[in-house]
């Protein structure tokens, strides 16, 4: 038998905590601030299961925020083998339709903020984290002109015709200045950030959730695409994507198609651009038909897209799912027990929403610890 407390729930619940305790939600490239008053539960062993961006994410926010926990982190695949070490990283979101709109708002600042806390410090290149500025463009005007993300990212406007012009296919366009946030630098950075808080790592694929229920007090799954099996939630599904990253030091703006499937982002040490977005594709290998189309739909909005060399080419399976599932639930595992929250689903979106929703995890992990039995806590 299990229970699981529904997200609008937590939710509610997330946001009477949060209220008193600012020092947990405190962004930075600090460390997060030691939650007080749960030092009783001195020795509680916590895991957390995956090492993408929001596993990592999810793993410092509770080695940071609670230093009495043992944390560890086990996953099959380290950087540069996961989903997220390919992602283009840029910051914005799509709205997934069950979630409040305040808690989405919430993620995407939580993690806007801690992300250009790091871009503006002397951390930015070794962690990969870069402001980015561009166009988004739409070849029909959208019903929704302002995204609800629109007033956290910096100097959001309407694109003026005289820029719309180089876009003659192009109806409406939005400008404004991210984050360009590159998972191949920032998932080392987060481990060795991991690593300091005194977290541990572990490189294992674990086959069922009833695995960790002797070894450990709290469960945390950020396992994304694995989720269909860990969780045995049949929702998540992949959602293949297919980019290049070439070589165009001369490319300093972003352009990005509304519909998604189009788009040229430059970074720190190339551009990445694409793309595929295919529900239900699992082919992980390059498909040379699709390269060609990537290439030509970007030369279309850059013609000097078409001169650039190719660099690398790569897919990734996006961990779809109607919504992200952040909530806890306590899980009948071997006889016991085990509180267990999940943190996985985040589509296309997971760079954007991995500290926001790594903080509501680190939220939920603590109720699990003030409902835990007395004896489980010494
Ligand atoms: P992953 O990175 O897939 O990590 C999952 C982890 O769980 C891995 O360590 C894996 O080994 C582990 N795991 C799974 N099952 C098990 C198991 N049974 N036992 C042990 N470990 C297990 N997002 C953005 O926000 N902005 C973008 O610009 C962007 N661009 C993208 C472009 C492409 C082409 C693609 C494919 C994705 C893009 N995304 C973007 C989406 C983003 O990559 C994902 O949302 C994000 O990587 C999901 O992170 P995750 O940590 O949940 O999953």
Request: hydrophobic share 40%; with cysteine; charged share 25%.
């Amino acid at each position: 038998m299990s229970y699981t407390e529904d997200a609008s729930v937590c939710d509610r619940k997330q946001e009477a905590s949060t209220a008193n305790r600012p020092s947990v939600t405190r962004f930075s490239t600090c460390r997060v601030a030691p939650v007080r008053g749960l030092s009783s539960m001195k020795g509680v062993r916590v895991v957390v299961v995956g090492a993408g961006v929001v596993g990592f994410s999810t793993a410092v926010c509770i080695a940071e925020a609670l230093p009495f926990c043992s944390v560890s982190l086990l996953a099959e695949k380290f950087s540069p083998d996961t989903t997220s070490d390919g992602a283009a990283g840029i910051l914005f979101a799509a709205e997934f339709p069950d979630i409040p709109l305040e808690r989405q708002r919430r993620w995407f600042k939580n993690s806007f903020d801690h992300l250009l806390d790091i871009a503006q410090s002397r951390n930015s290149p070794e962690a990969g984290v870069m402001l980015s500025s561009g166009w988004q463009i739409f070849k029909d005007v959208p019903a929704d002109k302002k995204p609800f993300w629109s007033e956290l990212v910096i100097g959001f406007r309407s694109m003026t015709d005289a820029e719309l012009k180089r876009f003659p296919d192009h109806k409406f366009g939005q400008a404004f200045t991210t984050i360009k946030c590159e998972c191949s630098s920032y998932l080392p950075w987060l481990h060795q950030r991991f690593i300091k808080a005194g977290g541990q790592v572990e490189q294992r694929k674990v086959n069922s959730l009833q695995e960790l229920s002797n070894a450990y007090d709290v469960i945390v799954n950020c396992s994304g695409l694995g989720s269909k099996q860990l969780a045995g939630d049949d929702e998540v599904h992949p959602v293949r994507g297919q980019v290049l990253k070439v070589e165009a030091p001369w490319l300093k703006h972003f352009i990005r198609d509304g519909d998604g499937k189009t788009y040229i982002y430059p970074g720190i040490h190339s551009v990445t651009i694409g793309g595929t977005r295919q529900e239900g594709d699992w082919r992980l290998h390059v498909d040379e038909g699709e390269a060609k189309s990537i290439v030509e739909r970007c030369g279309a909005l850059e013609p000097s897209v078409s001169r650039a060399r190719v660099l690398s080419e790569w897919v990734g399976l996006r961990p779809g799912r109607r919504n992200p599932r952040v909530e806890r639930e306590v899980a009948q595992l071997r006889g016991r027990r085990v509180p267990v929250v999940h943190n996985y689903g985040h589509g296309g979106w997971g760079v954007t929403l991995a500290w926001g929703t790594a903080l509501d995890a680190l939220g939920l992990v603590r109720m699990c610890l003030h409902k835990m039995p007395q004896r489980a806590k010494l």
